[in-house]
Structures are given as C-alpha cells and as structure tokens.
C-alpha cells in the first residue's frame, strides 16, 4: 500500500495538505480534483508505479489516455506515463531503450 505521508512530502511540498485531506479527495466523487493528485503522483513520486495503485483501474486508465502532456519537462513525462501505461494495461512501449530488439 501507498504511504500517504510519503506522498505528500514527495508530491505535495508545495501546499498544505493533509493525509486525511489526500484520502478524501482519492476517495470522493471530484474528478477534478483526483486528476490533480494523479498527475501530482505521476510527475513526481519516487515510487509512482505503486502510489498510482490507489486509483479505480478505470479512473486510472481514463486519467493515463486522456492527459496532455505539457511542454514544459515533456520527455521526462511522457517516459512515467508510457510506463504507467505498459506496466498497469499492457499498451505499447514507446521507449526506444526499454524495447526488445530481435
């Protein structure tokens, strides 16, 4: 399971948020809100793989094929998130270094 505290110190530096806050708003009905915290996770846990677990498959997916990608950072995000991709719904690797080559 995902630790919270860990997760805001990593994600969430920059405001003030709370564990029980956190949990709430994964748990709740604001989409908006938890395609926040997706990407807060996406962009900058050092364990995200396993921290984007607290997510609804569902939610998960739609979140991953539906986020634009800034441009700012643009390679360094789209690596996590084609490997959020690969690792929770087996779509294809774009990472030239990471494929098998015959």
């Known amino acids: 399971m995902a630790d919270l505290e860990r997760i805001l110190r990593e994600c969430f530096w920059d405001l ?16 908006r809100r938890k395609r926040f915290v997706f990407e ?3 962009l900058n846990s050092s364990n995200y793989l396993r921290d ?8 998960l997916y739609t979140m991953l094929t539906e986020m634009k990608v800034p441009e700012f ?30």
């Open 40 to 42: 807060k996770i996406l």
């Open 73 to 102: 950072n643009r390679d360094y995000i789209l690596r996590r998130k084609n490997i959020a991709e690969v690792f929770f719904f087996d779509l294809p690797l774009h990472i030239k270094e990471l494929q098998w080559n015959p």
């Open 16 to 31: 003030q948020m709370t564990a029980d806050e956190l949990e709430r708003i994964l748990q709740g009905e604001d989409d």
């Open 52 to 59: 984007l677990q607290l997510f609804d498959r569902r939610q």
